[in-house]
Structures are given as structure tokens and as C-alpha cells.
């Protein structure tokens, strides 16, 4: 049975950190084809992307994306909510996503859902929050206090972590959306290098760091042969397509 995977990204530019990301999501997921919702022209907070859209494209096709659709800008130069909103749906709404694939330090999935579950709906949360911001701390620093008094402190970590924010992000849309996506949290292969396979590894004499697939700023503080680059066929990349 055909199995595909969905990748929500900026690319901006893509780097060896994607390239261990999608390669891993491929592999672990078992995917036969990639869909990958990316940013366009713009980016976080309306900053404009280092490479233009079309060539961020090829680049994600060059390196296993079967399909790649623009992300719009009301959600890709949104906060880490609204882009995980629109990216979601956007997949939610092709109807044939399998897994949805994200990036994380800790890597936990359980710990990544539980927390998406408590900000979702939790009305003791809630009311921590609005408590805390009337103590005039900021939104996102009152939510990481508010997590702290009603979760364990592994679960307030997370928001302290860009990738783990965003995929608590993706889970909380999933549950919102109801989706039928399963989620899978790829470990960053910085932080545990030597758990990681030495197959997989993105070439660490480059001078290109595994950074976050998507770095968010609203926080409070040898390929395997059954994946596919080839960079010779002749496949032409498919162009950016945008849902309205």
C-alpha cells in the first residue's frame, strides 16, 4: 500500500540539516512520495527569503520532494500558530497525507503530544495564562509559566526549543482539524550524533549546520539506496503551487 509523507518547511535556504530530515522522514515513514509545504517569497515576520521561492523548490525536488505547494503569506510570515494552521490544513485538505514529519531537539513524540493536548484545551492552563499576563509578562513567556504550574516541567521545556514549539504546534492543528495524519518527530542529528545512523548523517565537515527546520522566535528565552536523488534523471521539478 502506498504511503505518503507530508514536510512543512522554509528552506531558506535548504541545508544539510533538511536534507538529514527529509532522508529520515522518507526512510522511517516508508513514503513512496514527499509533499512538501513550504514558504514563498516571504518569510518569518515578512522577511524576505535569501532565495526566491522557485529556486527553493527545485532544491527540495533535487533532493526526494515529489510535490511542492507555497505556502501563503498570511500563515508563512505569521507566528509559529498560524503557521502551523495553514500548513496543516493546507495537507489536511490534499487527502492523502499519511504522516506528517517535523523536526525536534528532545524528540519525544508522547512528551510533544501531551503538551499539545494541555494548550489546546486545558481551562486550568488558560486561566494560568491570563493570570500570568496580567502580571505583565509577555504571551509567550506566560504560557511557558503557565505550562510549568499545571504540567510536569518536561512538558514547559518544550516551549523553550524552536523545532519542539512548532511541532506542539503541528499536534495542536491535528487535534484541532481532527486530522488523519500520523505524526513523526525526527530527532535533530546534532543533538544525539551518536544515536543517530552514520548513513543518514549530513557531511559535518560542511560549512552547512543542521539548523531548524523552521527557527521560531515567539519562544520564551551515504544516502540509503531505497531513497531517491537522482540528480541526473529527468524528472523536471514541479512548479510551487499555491492553494488559495
Not at 512520495?33 to 522577511?47: K, L, P, T, Y
Not at 527569503?49 to 527540495?60: E, F, P, Q, S, V
Not at 519525544?108 to 495564562?129: H, M, N, P, W, Y
Request: aromatic residues 6%; hydrophobic residues 40%.
Amino acid at each position: 500500500m502506498s504511503r505518503t509523507l507530508g514536510i512543512i518547511a522554509e528552506y531558506n535556504p535548504f541545508h544539510n540539516g533538511h536534507l538529514y530530515h527529509l532522508k529520515t522522514s522518507a526512510l522511517k515513514s516508508g513514503a513512496d512520495a514527499i509533499v512538501c509545504v513550504m514558504s514563498g517569497d516571504f518569510v518569518q515576520r515578512g522577511e524576505p527569503a535569501i532565495l526566491d521561492k522557485w529556486i527553493r523548490a527545485k532544491m527540495a525536488v533535487d533532493h526526494g520532494a515529489d510535490l511542492v505547494i507555497e505556502l501563503p503569506f498570511l500563515y508563512a510570515c505569521n507566528n509559529a500558530e498560524w503557521f502551523a494552521r495553514g500548513a496543516v490544513r493546507i495537507l489536511n485538505g490534499l487527502g492523502c497525507i499519511d504522516v506528517l514529519s517535523f523536526g525536534s531537539e528532545g524528540g519525544d513524540l508522547a512528551v510533544l503530544k501531551r503538551t499539545a493536548e494541555i494548550i489546546t484545551g486545558d481551562s486550568e492552563f488558560e486561566a494560568q495564562i491570563k493570570a500570568k499576563m496580567q502580571e505583565g509578562i509577555s504571551y509567550p513567556s506566560a504560557r511557558y509559566e503557565a505550562l510549568k504550574a499545571v504540567a510536569e516541567k518536561q512538558h514547559a521545556q518544550v516551549l523553550k526549543s524552536p523545532n519542539d514549539t512548532l511541532a506542539v504546534e503541528y499536534l495542536k492543528q491535528m487535534l484541532l482539524t481532527n486530522s488523519a495524519m500520523q505524526p513523526m518527530a525526527i530527532r535533530r542529528v546534532h543533538d544525539t550524533p551518536e544515536e543517530e545512523d552514520s548513513n543518514l548523517r549530513p557531511n559535518t565537515n560542511s560549512a552547512m549546520e543542521p539548523m531548524a527546520v523552521r527557527r521560531v522566535h515567539d519562544t520564551p528565552g551515504a544516502e540509503d539506496s531505497n531513497l531517491r536523488q537522482n540528480t541526473n534523471s529527468a524528472r523536471k521539478p514541479m512548479a510551487v503551487q499555491r492553494l488559495n
